[in-house]
């Protein structure tokens, strides 16, 4: 786990285009607000592809004609390519906005209020339809205890059971 936090601390501060296609979400169920905190790493320059192939408009991300605009965009893309599922139901979730750190910026959201899980199952195809070759790393931590899946273009999903 440490591993894959350092890798993502490296890549972020590598010099001209990465070559690495590769985004990291972190999922942290709140015993205290019933929710899960979700938190999602992507390379900013990539969402910018990403979004430009959606709207069929140049997005530039660093600096947007209209804000307003990029930040529904941005929405949209990231609550279509984030699906979490708990006993059969899909979950609302709710985009909290976002933050820009270097080369990467970082993407946030949290569920509606559930009961704590035992089982999740994680869709997470993030810039998959853009980069072929995109690997998305997810955390979800309960109880401080994390599970992790891989999703790529051949797995775009996954199920963790939260002992």
């Known amino acids: 786990m440490l591993a894959i936090h350092l890798l993502m601390a490296l890549l972020t501060y590598w010099p001209g285009a ?12 709140n015993d205290t607000n019933q929710t899960i905190e ?3 790493k992507i390379f900013w ?11 069929g408009n140049q997005v ?7 804000p307003d605009v990029l930040e529904s965009q941005i929405e949209k893309y990231i609550l279509t390519h984030n699906t979490l599922i708990i006993k059969g139901d899909t979950l609302n979730i709710t985009y909290l906005g976002h933050e820009i750190e270097a080369e990467a910026a970082w993407f946030y959201m949290e569920s509606e209020k559930i009961t704590a899980p035992e089982q999740v199952t994680i869709y997470n195809n993030i810039l998959i339809d853009d980069f072929p070759q995109q ?7 309960k109880d401080r205890k994390p599970k992790s899946l891989i999703t790529r273009k051949e797995k775009t999903s996954g199920v963790l059971k939260l002992d």
């Open 45 to 55: 320059d990539d969402l910018e592809v990403a979004l430009t192939n959606m709207s």
């Open 18 to 29: 990465h070559p690495f296609y590769i985004s990291l979400t972190d999922m942290v169920y």
């Open 60 to 66: 530039n991300f660093l600096s947007p004609n209209r």
């Open 135 to 141: 690997q998305n790393i997810v955390n979800f931590y």
């Open 38 to 40: 979700i938190a999602q």
